[in-house]
């Protein structure tokens, strides 16, 4: 029997920012690979700052080129984090992209997220429209997930995300205690699915967690880089949301935009198409011109629209951080 071959698709979590090896990032995926069986073959094409277009466009062909038995798909919250943020693209994306897979006869690794405005510890008016898309978003995918068979992870729960020793400097990325608390949660899915034949992988960090000096540095250099490009991309529609926020909860009215989100991700999944696994293969876009991902290493007519609070006109724009 071949070994199974699983790829990882996604942004800077999955590759694995915030679990810091002498090779570069490694993460959950890395993690969970050799916990899968002997001889897992594993392809991560995730790239940091990755939105739901890079995994569409780039990383889905590449990653079925690999006949891959396994893939994860684990993408989102870099698109709530865009002033273009629009729920009904995201999810078409999605579609197209799970349908693909699962096409190809390969078994899905999805996830819900925590929202970011909760992980950055941003006051409520600048955290809820976040929250709200971020919901949106883990709508979307479990009821994509239900859809095609994917085997499907809720990380959005708040019991880990309270423990800041599972987390980086950043507050936005798993430490290497959280990316190995992911694999093994996801091994135990894919254990119970009958999909993982190996040992989970160990909870206790190989390695020692980053000193405050170290974690100060990051924040200052890379951090702080992270922070001015979000900032000149989302602030400006961030602060307009926040001053939307304050104005529905001084009228009393603050549940009407929780109604309207609601109402954009039903209308959202109702229009996407019906389709047969297998005839989505060609409904991929055309590639862009053939680029390795920077992070790749191997081991009809438009439908009505409920529109989401804060969501903007469709990026035209491939935002990697």
Excluded: K
Excluded at 159 to 182: K, M, N, T
């Amino acid at each position: 029997m071949r070994p199974v071959r699983f790829v990882a698709l996604g942004d800077s979590l999955t590759e694995g920012v915030g679990d810091f090896t002498e090779d570069g990032p490694r993460g959950w995926a890395a993690l969970l690979a050799p916990a899968l069986g002997a001889d897992t073959q594993f392809t991560n094409l995730a790239v940091s700052g990755a939105q739901t277009r890079d995994v569409l466009e780039r990383q889905t062909p590449a990653a079925l080129a690999l006949r891959p038995d396994l893939v994860a798909v684990v993408v989102g919250v870099n698109d709530t984090l865009r002033h273009t943020f629009d729920i009904h693209a995201v999810a078409a994306r999605l579609d197209q992209v799970y349908a693909a897979c699962a096409g190809a006869g390969a078994t899905l690794l999805t996830a819900c997220l925590p929202d970011p405005g909760a992980m950055l510890g941003l006051p409520s008016a600048l955290a809820a429209p976040l929250a709200r898309r971020q919901r949106a978003v883990n709508a979307v995918v479990h009821a994509l997930s239900d859809r095609y068979g994917a085997v499907h992870l809720d990380a959005s729960d708040g019991g880990w995300i309270a423990d800041r020793a599972l987390w980086s400097a950043d507050r936005l990325h798993p430490g290497e205690r959280g990316h190995r608390r992911l694999a093994a949660r996801f091994h135990a899915l894919l254990t119970t699915a009958g999909h993982a034949t190996g040992r989970p992988p160990s909870l206790e960090p190989e390695f020692p967690a980053p000193t405050r000096a170290a974690s100060l540095l990051w924040l200052a250099t890379a951090g702080t880089a992270w922070v001015a490009r979000r900032c000149h991309d989302l602030l400006p529609q961030l602060l307009r949301l926040a001053l939307d926020e304050l104005r529905h909860g001084a009228r009393g009215t603050g549940a009407d935009l929780d109604l309207a989100a609601s109402a954009a991700v039903t209308t959202t999944l109702a229009a996407l198409p019906e389709r047969r696994p297998r005839s989505a293969l060609a409904a991929l876009p055309e590639r862009r011109p053939a680029r390795t991902p920077a992070g790749a290493r191997a081991l009809t007519g438009p439908p009505a629209r409920a529109v989401l609070p804060g969501s903007g006109p469709l990026d035209l724009e491939v935002g990697i951080s």
